[in-house]
């Protein structure tokens, strides 16, 4: 059973940053890649982020380059989205994902889901 938990949320002001974690439990968590995506209120879930197993290799959508990293800690079961620059659009529910694919582009292989982390971007 694949359990994953995000925690770093907050509210924040434009311009500051923001760290999120998400710790994920199960076996085999550094064999598959992980994701970051979010929901804004009266809108569909996005992509955010995505990282390979090996966290070698990353791509983000377009709103967010520059502005946010993924990385992993595959000793730790964490994956990290460390954010930037907020704008206040950013504001949203942020999960993180696993996948059960090699691809980290692929998003129908992300199949497990965390609860959900609050950010809110003020202006």
């Known amino acids: 059973q694949v359990q994953l938990v995000e925690s770093g949320g907050g509210l924040v002001q434009a311009g500051g940053s923001l760290r999120l974690s998400c710790v994920a439990s199960g076996r085999s968590f550094g064999t598959l890649p992980m994701g970051w995506f979010r929901q804004a209120p009266g809108k569909e879930r996005e992509f955010v982020a995505a990282?390979?197993?090996?966290?070698?290799?990353?791509y983000y959508t377009d709103s967010v380059k520059g502005r946010f990293t993924i990385s992993r800690d595959n000793a730790k079961n964490t994956v990290y989205l460390q954010m930037n620059s907020l704008k206040p659009e950013d504001t949203a529910i942020y999960y993180c994902?696993?996948?059960?694919?090699?691809?980290?582009?692929?998003?129908?292989?992300?199949?497990?889901w965390g609860q959900g982390t609050q950010v809110t971007v003020s202006s």
């Open positions: 990282i390979n197993s090996r966290g070698d290799s990353t």
């Open positions: 994902a696993r996948s059960i694919y090699s691809d980290s582009k692929d998003h129908n292989g992300y199949r497990y």
